[in-house]
């Protein structure tokens, strides 16, 4: 398929595009109603106006409460002085304006290149990755974690470190995940960036112990350690290296251990490599996959944190294989084993994310050239590289208690191909989605439930 060359020709073809995208999402997939910003805001609110303990509040008919550290309550009170849908209108903006930032950096200094109608089939594309759907449809935090630490690597690629380790730090500090990152600042040997990310986690998290004593105990002495609180570790959203065991049956300790300390020698040596060749991008990629796939629960919306992959891939030439990886995210594939994933069949199919990241993680290019195109590079070329195809076809189906989603890329029409973004020319793939129904919330909480469960907080 042909790119349009006239301005009406473009503004035709995102308009049924975008149809296309809207009409999808409202009928086909099943969407989350923003249960986890409800989750948010139920706490936020209970704790602040009715005395409640942070860690007791249970979403009412659910046993899903508030799984993250103190300090992410903490960050997140102002909600409480809002009204429900001032609170979801307000993550709307903020996911929004976080997708904006990763999407810039990502993009590297040539954003500009792409224009309003390369903009627009980027928006096209991401609107059905699956990940990110979930991200805005629960109303969660990953994207607002993901802009703080590519913001550092940003600052750390640009000669502008003096601030770097913040983002990082207060990352680390409203959830455990982005504390990878600091190992990767040790890694190197950015000792003054490690220290001050290190030093941001520790003051907000003393912040909150000062704020909310006993949930700070609480959590630290032990809901921490209690996986069950976040959910079952053999749900098919986990995508991680603990799901894959669990849903084999294996729930010990000790396998999982090896194979997390197996896949972070991997990630030390080719963040290592990265790091030594300038690669600042796939440094950062590939330690948001190893965060991933060493996390004891990776629901799917959490594999946001494989888009910077995608540049990295489109980056490295690889558009094709970008496509291809971006199509299979978006099919919800795992789905289809949601009921029995036994069999070979189920092992390798309802594990197929994991497989991917792990894959990513052991195959992603790096070690570009210093004059090759970097998103993170500020003196990267500025001229537009020769067209590249990719054909990231999509489908939909649902996802960890919400909607899935399909994708199409923006190579459902195409554009120039450039740092960072997968636009390409001449694909030939459309849209397709399939859904099931959605499962119920499979997370669980501690026992002590706060009195306010039988009725939510006003909105």
Same mark, same amino acid.
């Given at each position: 398929?042909?790119?349009? $060359? ?23 997939? #099943? ?8 989750? +948010? ?22 046993? +899903? ?55 627009? #089939?980027?928006?096209?594309?991401? !609107?059905?990755?699956?990940? #990110? ?85 609480? +959590? ?30 294996? $729930? ?79 099919? &919800? ?17 309802? /594990? $197929? ?25 500020? /003196?990267?070329? $500025? ?55 959605? !499962? !119920? ?8 439930? &706060?009195? +306010? ?7």
């Amino acid at each position: 398929m042909r790119t349009p $060359t006239t301005d009406r020709g473009r503004v035709l073809l995102v308009l049924a595009l975008a149809t296309t995208v809207t009409v999808f999402t409202a009928t086909v997939p #099943l969407l989350r109603d923003w249960f986890d910003l409800r989750v +948010y805001y139920g706490t936020v609110h209970t704790w602040l106006h009715h005395g409640g303990r942070i860690y007791d509040y249970h979403v009412p008919g659910t046993t +899903y409460g508030f799984t993250y550290p103190p300090f992410a309550a903490v960050s997140m009170a102002p909600m409480g002085y809002l009204g429900l849908g001032g609170a979801i209108a307000a993550a709307l903006v903020l996911n929004l304006l976080a997708l904006a930032v990763v999407l810039r950096i990502l993009a590297g200094p040539g954003w500009r290149r792409y224009g309003w109608f390369g903009w627009a #089939l980027v928006a096209c594309g991401l !609107a059905l990755f699956e990940p #990110l759907r979930d991200t805005f449809s629960f109303g969660q935090v990953n994207l607002l974690l993901l802009a703080l630490v590519l913001g550092d690597g940003w600052l750390l690629s640009t000669g502008r470190g003096r601030w770097a380790g913040v983002g990082i730090g207060l990352a680390a500090a409203i959830k455990l995940t982005p504390a990878l990152f600091i190992g990767l600042l040790l890694v190197a040997r950015r000792w003054k960036a490690a220290a001050v990310a290190t030093a941001v986690a520790l003051a907000a998290t003393g912040l909150a112990a000062l704020v909310v004593p006993s949930a700070s105990k609480f +959590y630290w002495t032990q809901a921490m350690w209690d996986t069950t609180r976040v959910g079952r570790l053999d749900y098919v959203s986990n995508q991680s290296l603990q799901g894959v065991l669990a849903r084999l049956g294996e $729930t010990g300790r000790p396998l999982w251990a090896a194979a997390v300390l197996l896949v972070l020698c991997v990630w030390a040596v080719r963040v290592r490599r990265a790091v030594v060749a300038g690669d600042w991008t796939a440094a950062f990629a590939l330690t948001g996959l190893t965060a991933c796939l060493i996390s004891p629960i990776t629901w799917v919306h959490h594999l946001v944190w494989l888009l910077p992959s995608f540049a990295v891939l489109v980056r490295a030439g690889h558009a094709r294989i970008a496509g291809a990886l971006y199509a299979v995210m978006c099919t &919800s594939v795992v789905w289809l084993w949601f009921d029995d994933s036994s069999g070979i069949d189920g092992f390798l199919g309802s /594990n $197929t994310y994991t497989w991917v990241t792990l894959g990513l993680l052991l195959w992603l290019p790096t070690g570009q050239a210093p004059g090759s195109r970097r998103p993170f590079n500020r /003196n990267a070329s $500025t001229t537009a590289p020769a067209p590249s195809t990719a054909a990231p076809a999509t489908a939909a189906v649902s996802a960890h208690p919400g909607p899935s989603s399909s994708a199409a890329t923006a190579a459902a029409t195409g554009t120039a191909a450039g740092p960072g973004l997968g636009l390409v020319r001449n694909a030939s793939s459309e849209p397709t989605g399939s859904t099931r129904p959605a !499962a !119920a919330k499979p997370q669980s909480s501690s026992s002590r439930a &706060s009195s +306010y469960t039988v009725k939510p907080p006003p909105a």
